[in-house]
C-alpha cells in the first residue's frame, strides 16, 4: 500500500478535527479526499506530508510512519500547496534552484517538467509576471523534481479557468501513467469524477463514504427510468426499474415506435455527498 490511515485523530487545543478516520490508498492510484470548508482535508493532508503532528492514530506511506520516520518519508513525498509560495521576485528556474538546493535534490530533470507543462519559455522569467495557472505549474514542477512515487495536492485546480484546470487535469493525468500515485484534496466534484479513481468524502472530521465513483454512484442511485413519449406529451413517465410492469411497459411503447427518449437516473457526486451528510457544498 502507498498510503494507510488508521484512527487517525486530529485536535486542535479543544476542537476535534479528525474524529479518527481510516483509508488506505493503493500504489498507482489517483485517490480524492472531498468536503465542504472545514470538513479537514487540508489537515489529513498536511499530516500525511509529515508538516502537522496527528493527536492519534498512526499513518505510514510506504510501510513508514509519517512522523516517526519523517526524513524518509519525505524523500519519496511531493507537495503542491493552495497557495503559492514561491519566490516573486525570483525566475522560474531560481525558485526551482533554490528549492533543490534545500533538499539538496539535483535540477538535471528541470527542463524535462518544464516542457512537460509548456513552461520552458518563461524559464527566466520572473514569477511575479506569471499567471496563477502558470504559477500553479511552477509549483507542480517543483514538487517532481527528485521524482517522488507519492505526490499531494491541496485543490490543484482552485482559481483557476476551465481552460488551465484542463490543461492541468491532462498533466496530472500523464503523471500518474508515467507511474506516480496521486492524493489530492478538492471541493470540484467534476474534477475529481474525471481524475480519480477511488475517492473519499470528508464530513466534519469523518469519512462518511468512499469507493471508487462509479461504485458510489451504484450504490446510492435511486433506480428509477424516466420515459418520455412521442405522444406530444413533454411530460416524462417515471418508472421503478425493480416493479415488474416496468419491462413490459417499456417494451410494449418501444415496440409501437412510443419512446423518444429514455433516461435512468444517475446521481453525480455532488448528489451522492448531499445525501450522505445532509449538508450541501
Ligand atoms: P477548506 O476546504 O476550507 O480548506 P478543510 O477541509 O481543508 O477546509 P481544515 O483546514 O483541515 O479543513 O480544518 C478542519 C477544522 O480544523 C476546521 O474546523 C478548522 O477551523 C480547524 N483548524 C484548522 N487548522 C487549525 C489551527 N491551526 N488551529 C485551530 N483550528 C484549526
Redesign the pocket.
Given at each position: 500500500m502507498m498510503i494507510e490511515v488508521s484512527s487517525l485523530q486530529k485536535e486542535?487545543?479543544d476542537?476535534l478535527?479528525l474524529k479518527g478516520i481510516d483509508f488506505a490508498v493503493a500504489d498507482g492510484e489517483v485517490f480524492g479526499f472531498l468536503?465542504?470548508?472545514?470538513?479537514?482535508?487540508?489537515?489529513?493532508l498536511k499530516i500525511l506530508a509529515g508538516q502537522l503532528q496527528p493527536t492519534g492514530g498512526q499513518a505510514t506511506i510506504l510501510g513508514m510512519e509519517v512522523t516517526a520516520q519523517k526524513e524518509a518519508v519525505q524523500l519519496n513525498i511531493g507537495f503542491v500547496p493552495?497557495k503559492t509560495n514561491l519566490y516573486e521576485r525570483l525566475t522560474v528556474a531560481q525558485n526551482l534552484q533554490f528549492f533543490c538546493r534545500l533538499y539538496n535534490c539535483k535540477t538535471d530533470n528541470m527542463d524535462e517538467y518544464l516542457h512537460k507543462v509548456n513552461l520552458l519559455k518563461e524559464k527566466n522569467t520572473p514569477v511575479k509576471q506569471l499567471s496563477k495557472g502558470m504559477k500553479q505549474k511552477v509549483l507542480l514542477v517543483r514538487a517532481l523534481l527528485h521524482r517522488p512515487k507519492l505526490l499531494f495536492l491541496d485543490e490543484p485546480t482552485s482559481g483557476l479557468d476551465p481552460t488551465s484546470a484542463d490543461n492541468m487535469h491532462r498533466i496530472l493525468q500523464d503523471i500518474n501513467k508515467a507511474g506516480t500515485t496521486i492524493f489530492l484534496?478538492s471541493?470540484n466534484m467534476e474534477e475529481v469524477e474525471k481524475l480519480c479513481h477511488r475517492v473519499a468524502f470528508?464530513n466534519e472530521g469523518r469519512i462518511v463514504a468512499q469507493g471508487s465513483p462509479e461504485e458510489l454512484k451504484l450504490q446510492h442511485a435511486d433506480r428509477t427510468l424516466r420515459v418520455l413519449l412521442d405522444d406530444g406529451s413533454k411530460e416524462e413517465k417515471v418508472l421503478d426499474m425493480d416493479c415488474k410492469e416496468t419491462s413490459t411497459l417499456v417494451s410494449c411503447w418501444l415496440r409501437h415506435g412510443k419512446v423518444r427518449a429514455i433516461h435512468s437516473s444517475e446521481p453525480t457526486l455532488a448528489d451522492i455527498f448531499v445525501k450522505v451528510t445532509g449538508r450541501d457544498f
Open positions: 486542535y487545543g476542537k478535527a468536503g465542504p470548508n472545514g470538513a479537514g482535508k487540508t489537515t489529513t493552495e484534496t471541493h470528508l
